[in-house]
């Protein structure tokens, strides 16, 4: 069974960090394009960062060089590095896999995290 479990979520004060961590299983990891996304309450989902099977790399500008996403294939996990958080990155955090082609989509289910002016 395909199975995406992210961690390393929680509360933090504006301007420090968190990484947050997705550990996969039941899909050929390496072949898999991944991706973090994140939604506040009342907004819609909206893409943080992604990174293809190639190690190609893509963010949203409200996070371009300060967070940072990469991918151990060893380990069939990919990762979420979160520097100089704001208050407006407040949301819960998701993990997504997307097969070659993007054609089968696959979701965790998500870890909360919380910036504090």
């Known amino acids: 069974q395909v199975q995406l479990v992210e961690s390393g979520g929680g509360l933090v004060q504006a301007g420090g960090s968190l990484r947050l961590s997705c550990g996969t299983s039941?899909?050929?990891?390496?072949?898999?394009?991944m991706g973090w996304y994140r939604q506040a309450p009342g907004k819609q989902r909206e893409l943080v960062a992604a990174?293809?099977?190639?190690?190609?790399?893509n963010y949203a500008d409200s996070v371009k060089d300060r967070f940072t996403i990469s991918r151990d294939n060893a380990k069939n996990t990919v990762y979420l590095q979160m520097n100089s958080l704001k208050p407006e990155d407040t949301a819960v955090y998701y993990c997504?896999?997307?097969?070659?082609?993007?054609?089968?989509?696959?979701w965790g289910r998500g870890t909360q995290v919380t910036v504090s002016s």
């Open positions: 039941g899909i050929n990891f390496r072949t898999y394009a």
């Open positions: 997504n896999a997307k097969s070659g082609g993007w054609i089968y989509v696959y």
């Open positions: 990174i293809t099977s190639g190690n190609s790399t």
